[in-house]
């Protein structure tokens, strides 16, 4: 049987995704999920779409959406790319600009997600180890084919110096995939390094801001021939047609989502200086998580403790990292049941 | 710029989907979509659908619905694999069973998506010619690593002589996928040589016989080892939450989708019967969709005289097939109107 499968397939180590746990009464602040629901004109977008147009194939480039996204930007349509989430732009990025004998960069600790893409294609890994304070020194005359740059960084929240960013993409001789899923949440973003740099793309999710992490959405900006080779390898009808009309709708009631990033941002800021008073270490939050160091109890038993309270946050099995946790922002009622839990946890 | 893209994919020639006219005021018998919408239940599904449930990610593997596909043939849910459109899972074997020196088999003609997804993965093609009848004589000593059976075959609707399938699947090294996208339309198909052969798979669509392309939803059924490696290389949450519900309900009403089925076939009878008194060859479909030889106007004058009539059927621009049309069965009312038009046609 085995040599049926492709040999680096069999050894695979596959991504982690946080735990969906199947009781509704608990209280999630595990897996970056927006707690607010996506904009209300979405009801009657589905209520009012017509079925019997399901019976034919969507759009293969997803045109409504991406002729409204090129719009916003003040792009053209050909730098704009509509995936099946952001995870499938990732991974199409691998086979796009990766050789086989190439490799792929990345920042540890970042999203978890990277390696094991590039595990999957099957290309050299080549990642950069931040220093302590989550930031970096590029390793002399480095080199890639890809790096996926996530600014806001995953898990640590924090963004880059936007110097440093605009420096490695000037000398980086590789495509730089910028990683924006929590854009939105950030002081600043990249979009302007676009009509610097024909090697950088951006890569935008629904999933965070827009608060559709279900119907799986997300975009890429960038150089229309770098757009034009991940269209030609793309699942020939990547985007469903009910996502294109969501996606469409959502974006078009964009305060809408930005009201909600409001809100999100005033939480966290409440969660960030309780923690602090707590006695944690706070990482400046630019996205709708908090990255925080426990200093008095062990993270992995906090996580437990309060897993068995109903209270899910992530806790990473990782030498590097093994002192923090990452907590979601929920809504202030989520957050005050998690800090009102924690304070009973850490007297006990 | 070009060498910041794979050097395979600067050089690809894409799929080329059937046309998707704009106007609404055409009859569409170009891309094998069902004429009939789909189950009514899904307009109560969409209805009902809670938009906040669209805030978190989907289930990552579709559990709901692979346990009901599991249970429909008696299998155990890990010979299950649900993906974003059979694209995807056609896409995602060249990935996981193909190494990177290895090949990939298909005939000719056949799905023209196979030589593509085989030039994505940048793996050797080995195509195997079809006689003019449309059945194979295998090349002695016939290998790949990966071979993709159409069956009933497209564009030319037939089914192959399963027992010649099954001599096949029992000689061949590599893994066969038996790509049942018709198989609904079909006197027969491969589900029993799953319990004979390790190295057999089998993908289904909902995109014809369910009616619903637009909601991108296919399966694949076949060995735990197999569907695990599948399983291991995909997007993370590669089907999104509303085409998992919507293909849940479409499935458990799958008696509305086998009466759309006998509708089409009886109209498929009065099709081919007419085509044959026009003087057409019309080879015996087991499809969703005709496939006729025309033996006294060139294929590519009748379509063109169609389009401008506001008619699509397909033609294949390919030296090998260039005498034929594939006409999709639409209602009976739409097949009355092509015919109707046929004859004026044949006349002047």
Redesign the interface.
């Known amino acids: 049987?085995?040599n049926?499968?492709?040999?680096s397939?069999?050894s695979?180590e596959?991504?982690t995704?946080g735990e969906?746990p199947g009781s509704k009464n608990v209280i999630?602040l595990n897996?970056n999920?927006?707690?607010?629901?996506?904009v209300?004109a979405?009801?009657d977008g589905?209520?009012n779409?017509d079925?019997?147009?399901?019976?034919?194939?969507?759009?293969?480039v997803s045109s409504k959406l991406r002729n409204e996204i090129a719009d916003y930007y003040n792009l053209e349509v050909d730098n704009v790319f509509i995936g099946?989430?952001s995870?499938?732009i990732l991974?199409l990025c691998t086979?796009?600009?990766?050789?086989?004998n190439?490799s792929v960069g990345y920042f540890e600790p970042s999203y978890s997600?990277y390696p094991v893409l590039t595990a999957?294609r099957?290309v050299e890994q080549r990642p950069v180890s931040l220093n302590e304070n989550f930031t970096w020194v590029m390793p002399e005359n480095f080199e890639a084919s890809l790096f996926y740059l996530a600014n806001p960084n995953a898990p640590t929240g924090m963004c880059f110096d936007k110097n440093q960013i605009i420096e490695f993409c000037g000398s980086f001789p590789?495509?730089v995939l910028i990683d924006e899923a929590y854009a939105d949440f950030a002081s600043y973003n990249c979009i302007d390094l676009l009509s610097k740099f024909?090697?950088v793309v951006i890569c935008r999710t629904f999933?965070k801001s827009f608060?559709?992490?279900?119907?799986?959405l997300g975009y890429m900006l960038g150089?229309e021939?770098?757009i034009s080779?991940m269209?030609?390898?793309k699942?020939?009808?990547?985007?469903?047609?009910?996502?294109q009309e969501?996606g469409y709708l959502a974006f078009k009631n964009i305060d809408y989502m930005k009201a909600n990033v409001e809100k999100i941002k005033a939480t966290r800021a409440v969660l960030s200086q309780e923690l602090s008073q707590l006695g944690f270490e706070v990482c400046k939050s630019e996205t709708n998580f908090v990255w925080t160091k426990s200093l008095k109890v062990p993270a992995k038993k906090l996580y437990e403790q309060l897993k068995a309270k109903g209270i899910f946050v992530r806790y990473f099995n990782d030498d590097l990292i093994k002192d923090y946790l990452r907590i979601t922002v929920g809504t202030p009622e989520e957050i005050q049941r998690f800090l009102e839990e924690l304070r009973v946890l850490l007297k006990t």
Chains 1, 2 share one sequence.
């Open positions: 049987m085995k049926l499968i492709k040999e397939v069999s695979l596959g991504y995704p969906q999630k897996t999920e927006n707690p607010y629901p996506p209300p979405l009801s589905l209520s779409f079925i019997s147009e399901l019976r034919k194939y969507p759009n293969p099946n989430g995870d499938e991974a086979r796009a600009f990766v050789e086989d190439g997600l999957i099957d590789g495509v024909d090697n999933s608060s559709l992490a279900g119907i799986r150089n021939k770098l080779a269209i030609a390898i699942d020939s009808y990547n985007v469903n047609a009910l996502t969501l």
